[in-house]
């Protein structure tokens, strides 16, 4: 019996090779799973006349996508921050800034698509490497991110340009070598080419802006660059919204705004959120005041729902006090339908910077992982009063909507 069957699968094969011999220029075999096993093998020449078509691409109407999204924020390589990256390199290595985050890691490499505010240039080891007031990060911090899992890396902020013009262009090189998405750096030539992310047939818009820190920095570009500063500007925002929304489903907009060390957003960063949500962004994703700042949703002008999270806050850092130590990542939902797409299940999860007294050992913390006993021994305890734990979960519960805190913090 083995040897018979052996014979009739010889003969099979053989026929199936002499009929793809006689097909002619164009044509094609079609086999359905259902045909390999059941059916005689079929040429175009001996194929009924009605046959069933291929499965379409297009999910059905009632197939739900969804797509997962975390947002960080304040990514600050402080003097001390690559010192203890240097101090933690290993072989072949001279730094290594990838174990700081490994409190997070796991929920970074979870979501489809991860963001992070890199608040640093990267203009290359001959500028000199540099902490605050004039960054200047290693290669292996911007390195390190894609490493830990981030997908898209923004760049505009009120340090971008602290190396001026030749530090901003040796950024914008250095990031095109990245595996991520950067956005917030631009030529003039392409300030207009919306930068785009696709994920399970859902095509997704970055858009990115800054405050004018020109004043306050004092650092800026000639008039005769070839590059250009996303600043925030009414005008910019509207064009820019219109054009994202023809070539995508969804528009996230990432605002570096706001007062430093204020809990609460300014009357601008109210003015500015309300021209997104009016001209149809669909979350924005705020950064720089260095604390947490409110989560809200913005109903704009046409009745449409805009997620606005005014400020994350701080992921890394060495900064001196609690209150930058505290911070949050945001998670949410991208679901839809076909044609139809929603913003759900929004997440605030409370994360701990910690350090030594020596401000070594960095270590990001979701904040439901940290405890007391390691509060008591945060380098930042020149606070007064003294940083405790329940201090830190204090900034979160006394700013954070409880609609949007985890369970532990209810």
């Known amino acids: 019996m083995k040897k018979l069957g052996c014979f009739l699968l010889a003969l099979t094969v053989l026929l199936s090779l002499a009929s793809c011999a006689e097909l002619k220029e164009g044509e094609m075999i079609v086999l359905t799973p259902e045909s390999r096993v059941t059916s005689p093998i079929m040429t175009t020449a001996s194929a009924p006349e009605e046959t069933t078509a291929p499965p379409s691409i297009d999910p059905p109407v009632n197939e739900e996508v969804s797509i997962s999204f975390l947002a960080c924020g304040d990514n600050i390589i402080h003097t001390n921050v ?35 505010n890199h608040e640093s240039p990267i203009g290359g080891r001959d500028m000199g490497i540099s902490g605050y007031p004039t960054f200047n990060s290693p290669e292996e911090a911007g390195r390190a991110l894609a490493e830990v899992g981030f997908d898209v890396v923004n760049i505009a902020n009120n340090h971008m340009l602290d190396k001026w013009e030749k530090g901003y262009a040796n950024s914008l090189a250095f990031w095109d070598t990245v595996d991520v998405l950067t956005v917030g750096g631009y030529t003039k030539a392409d300030y207009d080419t919306i930068r785009l992310l696709e994920k399970d047939g859902i095509t997704i818009a970055f858009l990115s802006y800054t405050y004018n820190f020109r004043q306050s920095n004092g650092t800026y570009l000639p008039e005769n660059s070839s590059l250009q500063v996303p600043y925030i500007n009414d005008a910019d925002i509207v064009r820019q919204l219109a054009l994202a929304k023809e070539q995508a489903d969804l528009v996230l907009v990432s605002m570096h705004w706001g007062v430093e060390n204020q809990f609460t957003p300014s009357a601008e960063q109210k003015r500015v959120a309300k021209l997104c949500a009016d001209n149809g962004a669909d979350a924005i994703i705020g950064h720089h005041p260095h604390v947490v700042q409110p ?34 990542m945001i998670s949410f939902d991208i679901v839809g339908k076909k044609d139809v797409l929603s913003i759900e299940n929004v997440l605030a999860i409370p994360t701990v910077t910690h350090y030594t007294m020596a401000r070594r050992g960095l270590q990001v913390y979701e904040m439901e992982d940290y405890s007391a006993s390691l509060a008591a021994e945060h380098g930042c305890l020149a606070d007064d009063p003294k940083f405790t734990f329940d201090r830190a979960k204090k900034y979160i519960t006394d700013t954070i909507d409880g609609a949007f805190l985890p369970d532990f913090l209810k």
């Open 82 to 116: 690559y010192s203890d990256a240097k101090e933690r390199a290993g072989a072949g290595q001279e730094y290594d800034f990838v174990p700081m985050y490994n409190g997070i890691a796991e929920r970074v490499q979870k979501a489809d698509i991860a963001f992070i």
């Open 295 to 328: 989560i809200e949703w913005i109903e704009g002008q046409d009745g449409h729902r805009m997620l606005c999270v005014y400020s994350l806050g701080n992921v890394i850092s060495t900064m001196m006090y609690g209150q930058y130590m505290t911070g949050t």
